[in-house]
């Protein structure tokens, strides 16, 4: 597929559902595995102020888009707003008095800040990128369904929910982006998005490591062999920064678009359930 826009059989529904984390108040929930769950804690932990951010970012442009994208805009905020508020529910079942949470909260807030004080076009821009990484951790998830492998189901569940949902708005502020410089040259445009590329990949994954790594060391880890352990996690094995680099790349593609590659197929199965999941509760009260 060749797509430059996003395709127009694509919607970006909100499913408003809840999950029981409570699980992960036991301490390692993916799976036992201390360092699994180090890093997605350290996802978790920036989801819920940079998804107010994309959230913000795209806002500040709604009044630029109609139609189709003026739709799915609707929808990638109301997506986000729920997002945000279910990471939030698992980042309060990590156990607060152990580990360094505060302390990365507050350096998590202090790069958004960062982010938001650049202007509503950087935020945005940021924000396409972001977007881009979380479509390709998704797609890894979908490919590689051992990725959560012995896991509280309803913890699973709610990783399996937010990746399809990632995967059906990722063209979303992209093609609001696209709307909003409508007036650049292309090569300005390639310009911006790709050097924004570079930087955001280098600050989120040495940012999301540092942070994994802090909550490694309340479980006895020294600060150096936590690194080593999640650098291993996130490059090696299971390889959750590495183990989609041809979509990474495409990104430096000029003439890119998040739909070049469609993986609807990949969460067919999984749209499904959650669909099915908010249909059944109106199904009942008809």
Request: glycine share 4%; charged share 25%.
């Amino acid at each position: 597929m060749n797509a430059k826009a996003t395709p127009a059989d694509v919607t970006v529904p909100p499913r408003d559902i809840h999950f029981d984390v409570a699980s992960a108040r036991s301490g390692h929930w993916l799976g036992g595995d201390p360092v699994g769950t180090a890093v997605f804690n350290a996802l978790s932990l920036t989801f819920p102020d940079g998804e107010r951010m994309f959230m913000d970012a795209v806002r500040h442009y709604r009044d630029q888009v109609s139609g189709k994208l003026a739709d799915d805009v609707k929808g990638f905020l109301a997506q986000e707003a729920i997002h945000s508020r279910e990471h939030h529910s698992l980042n309060q079942c990590i156990d607060r008095d152990r580990y360094p949470v505060a302390e990365i909260e507050a350096g998590i807030k202090e790069r958004v800040a960062y982010g938001r004080a650049r202007g509503p076009m950087a935020m945005l821009i940021s924000t396409i990128a972001l977007e881009h990484f979380t479509a390709m951790m998704a797609e890894a998830h979908a490919r590689h369904r051992n990725l959560f492998e012995n896991t509280d189901p309803a913890i699973e569940r709610m990783w399996r929910w937010h990746a399809v949902e990632e995967t059906e708005h990722k063209a979303v502020a992209f093609d609001v982006f696209m709307q909003a410089t409508k007036d650049w040259s292309p090569l300005r445009r390639y310009l911006r998005r790709t050097i924004a590329m570079a930087l955001i990949t280098y600050f989120f994954t040495r940012n999301i490591t540092h942070y994994a790594a802090r909550l490694l060391e309340t479980d006895g880890y020294s600060y150096k062999d936590a690194l080593k352990a999640v650098k291993a996690y996130v490059w090696r094995t299971p390889g959750l920064f590495s183990r989609n680099l041809k979509t990474y790349f495409a990104w430096y593609r000029p003439g890119f678009h998040p739909w070049d590659q469609d993986d609807r197929a990949l969460v067919a199965g999984w749209k499904a359930e959650f669909d099915a999941d908010v249909a059944a509760p109106v199904a009942v009260t008809a």
